[in-house]
């Protein structure tokens, strides 16, 4: 059964620092790995999908890294912006299942 | 192309009774999957349908069902609501081929039910 767990639950800092979230899953027979952005009372925005074939996908100043091997993956954020304040969320999806085990996310927020 | 939308995006309910959401998916996408996020249990898996056909479904009660037309929309339908049910519920839509898992998923905004 897959697990999924985000750490740390929250976490603020200083614009423009660079930052990492950590996402672990218990099943390393994902089919993906995905990371969202939730605002609050809002729906989900996809930021990056990794395949299970690849190590990593990059969009502007994102970086999501995926390590099957050792059940993790990373989310790296690059010269943080108030902007970037929200919740992080990390989905894995498991062959066979057509389903997405989320994890509890990470809640950012950059101080200006 | 048009987003992900749900309707209605808020809805307030007695216990006892039942509801009904609506999620209509990005064009030409034929997977559809509903969560229930609440603040307690976060975003779980409730099911998700190709093509008319249920591929899976999460560990909700009976109480909660779903079905697709033929054109991918979809509903859901929660019966003798429960306090525990008031959530927001999401709605995602994906191009899946149907080759073995599920590919990015593009949510809607959501409806926010409440239930009194």
Redesign the interface.
Known sequence: KQEVTQIPAALSVPEGENLVLNCSFTDSAI??L?W?RQDP??????LL?IQSSQREQTSGRLNASLDKSSGRSTLYIAASQPGDSATY?C?A?????????????TRLKVLA | KAG?TQTPRYLIKTRGQQVTLSCSPISGHR?V?W?QQTPGQ????LF?Y?SETQ??K?NFPGRFSGRQFSNSRSEMNVSTLELGDSALY?C?SSP?AGR???????????T?LTVL
């Open positions: 089919y993906n995905q969202f009372g809002k729906g989900l925005t996809s999908l969320l989905a999806s498991t062959s066979g299942t057509y389903k997405y085990i989320f994890g509890t996310g | 992900v997977s999957s969560y976060g975003l779980q898996f998700e190709f591929r899976n999460g999401l995602a899946s073995g898992g599920t590919d990015t998923q593009y949510f809607g905004p959501g926010r």
